[in-house]
């Protein structure tokens, strides 16, 4: 494992300043504490610029190399989870119900201690965009980063990023060319009927027949709509209504998530949801309202940007702990609007198998943040050649 021995030397303080920012979670767009503390290490650290306020509360920090060169895009999330921890660490949270459950602490740090390294060292040409991000866990951080200009702003020609991985070993770098995580869409339907006594439904027009009417015609979706050679999820989770045995409520409300990968298919769902809903309200006779929610598009890593990944990858972790082909999961990243606007790709960062992702007893493994931040500094060096 060719792990920097430079920034091998930064684990101590890595592991000091992931577990600060796991016991200070932030949520979504309000990561300025976060931020602050980010703009803090890099003022130490002596790179060249630091914008700040992006995105609310996201930050983009250039170093310059030796020369002329490209910019290369490094992304990492900064936004916790609303969960309350049951790790029990000694850096527990110290804000209830709130816990940092899907790495986004060790990413941070990964990107810390490259940028750490990358300034001290700068044997590349060029420039390097240290971007860090609010929101993943919600609005899209990297979606409003985007439409506020960064690529543009900045100069960014290609991007990359990563995830901690608690479902592959300890160490493993995965990826693939093309999609590797799904689009993700919300669906919320509301069923409007006539409430009143239980024991004279006769008297009302009862939204829960036609509710469960819909739920099980929503199954048919993937069974009997979509492409069986195409990956589709239709996952209909939360049914609300009723507040007593003996009466028949007025609305019924009902949500869930899809997950996809085709952009026809996506619109066929969302269509055929549509149909579904509004045929069974009328064969019910009540009333029907859908919405839905188109959220992040599919991650798609471009094959240039993949493949060049894979090799740096090999050269940090080795050949026996890089995965090129790996299939792609229905779990959603909003980098898949950096994606869009740019060349990259994204890669995951096996951290060892334990508590998934969204966890309450979740903890980034501090072990593997020196090989993030070395498969960063790598592509760097290797992409900007002095």
């Known amino acids: 494992m060719a792990i920097i021995n430079r920034i091998g030397d930064y684990a101590e303080d890595m592991k000091t300043w992931r577990r600060h920012l796991h016991m200070h979670p932030e949520l979504s767009l309000d990561c300025h504490e976060t931020a602050a503390f980010v703009v803090e290490r890099l003022r130490d650290f002596g790179v060249d610029e630091i914008h700040e306020g992006i995105a609310q509360s996201g930050v983009v920090a250039l170093i310059h190399g030796q020369g002329d060169g490209p910019v290369t895009g490094l992304r990492a999330d900064m936004d916790a989870l609303p969960i309350e ?4 660490a000694d850096w527990t949270s110290t804000i209830p119900g709130k816990m940092h459950a899907c790495g986004h602490d060790g990413h941070t740090t990964m990107l810390l201690g490259a940028a750490r390294y990358l300034a001290e060292t700068r044997r590349f040409k060029g420039s390097v965009a240290l971007i860090f991000q609010p929101a993943e866990e919600t609005v899209g951080g990297a979606r ?17 990023a990563l995830h901690t991985d608690p479902f592959a070993e300890e160490g493993q770098l995965r990826t693939t060319p093309g999609p590797i995580m799904a689009a993700v869409d919300d669906f919320h339907i509301t069923v409007r009927g006539v409430g009143g006594h239980g024991a004279y439904p006769s008297a009302c027009k009862d939204p829960m027949p036609c509710a469960l009417a819909i739920g099980q015609a929503l199954q048919t979706i993937v069974s009997r709509n979509a ?9 209909l989770t939360m049914i609300s209504g009723g507040t007593a045995t003996n009466i028949i409520p007025e609305t019924i409300s009902m949500s869930g998530t899809v997950r996809s990968f085709d952009p026809d298919l996506r619109d066929m ?7 579904i809903a509004e045929g069974q309200a009328a064969s019910y006779g009540v009333a029907v309202e859908v919405d839905y929610v188109r959220n992040y598009p599919a991650t798609v890593n471009h094959a240039a940007q993949a493949e060049f990944a894979g090799r740096i990858a090999e050269e940090v972790v080795g050949a026996s702990k890089t995965v090129t082909d790996l299939r792609p999961e229905m779990g959603a990243e909003d980098f898949s609007y950096m994606l869009e606007a740019r060349p990259g790709a994204f890669l995951f960062l096996g951290q060892g198998i334990g508590p998934s992702c969204h ?12 090989i993030g931040a070395s498969f960063f500094a790598r592509l760097i060096e290797t992409r900007h050649g002095v």
Not at 144 to 160: D, L, N, P
Not at 269 to 275: H, L, P, S, W, Y
């Open 85 to 88: 921890e049951t790790t029990g």
């Open 144 to 160: 409003i980063m985007v439409e506020e200009g960064i690529m543009e702003r900045f100069g960014i020609e290609e991007v990359y």
């Open 227 to 235: 492409d069986p050679l195409l990956p589709l999820v239709v996952s």
């Open 269 to 275: 769902v969302e269509r055929r949801i549509t149909e």
């Open 359 to 370: 966890h309450p007893a979740f903890d980034f493994n501090d072990e593997v943040a020196t």
